[in-house]
């Protein structure tokens, strides 16, 4: 499985979330993006062609030629609108022949006129994970810099 998103933050998060989730598992997850070393870099990539890794998350890196998967059955793409047409056009060339799944927490209208027309399947998720905690808004007056005030009494 290759999890691709279009940030290093997101990366990261994601990385870190598959690798609390796995724990009890025998699973190899693998993170390919810029904090990244060039060495480590090829490694994931060594492990990625030999079948080693079960997953990796990456950025635009894991569309790269450098990137050969022994055997991806799926992809997650993570917020597909923010990628490129270039991304886009090898995200494609993949389509034909591993699963894909796209993530989005803001459909564009485009992507959400084809999933209500039934050209693209979409699946909502509704209920909020068991241990989500709310959103708590803090409102704060904003205060005006001192140089601002200063220049508008002069």
């Known amino acids: 499985m290759a999890l691709l998103a279009p940030t290093t933050i997101l990366t990261q998060q994601h990385y870190h979330t598959l690798k609390e989730r796995f724990v009890p598992y025998p699973m190899q997850i693998g993170l390919l993006n810029r904090f990244r070393s060039a060495e480590e870099c090829k490694d994931i990539q060594k492990r990625l062609q030999t079948g080693e890794l079960d997953i990796v998350v990456g950025t635009h890196q894991l569309l790269s030629k450098q990137v050969n998967f022994r055997d991806l059955g799926l992809l997650v793409i993570d917020e597909e609108q923010r990628f490129g047409v270039n991304q886009k056009e090898k995200i494609k060339a ?61």
């Open 94 to 154: 993949l389509k034909t022949q591993v699963d894909v799944l796209t993530l989005s927490a803001t459909p564009i209208p485009r992507t959400l006129y084809m999933a209500l027309s039934g050209v693209r399947e979409m699946s909502l998720i509704t209920t909020p994970p068991p241990a989500r905690r709310p959103i708590k808004p803090i409102w704060r007056p904003m205060m005006s810099k001192p140089s601002a005030v200063r220049s508008a009494k002069n």
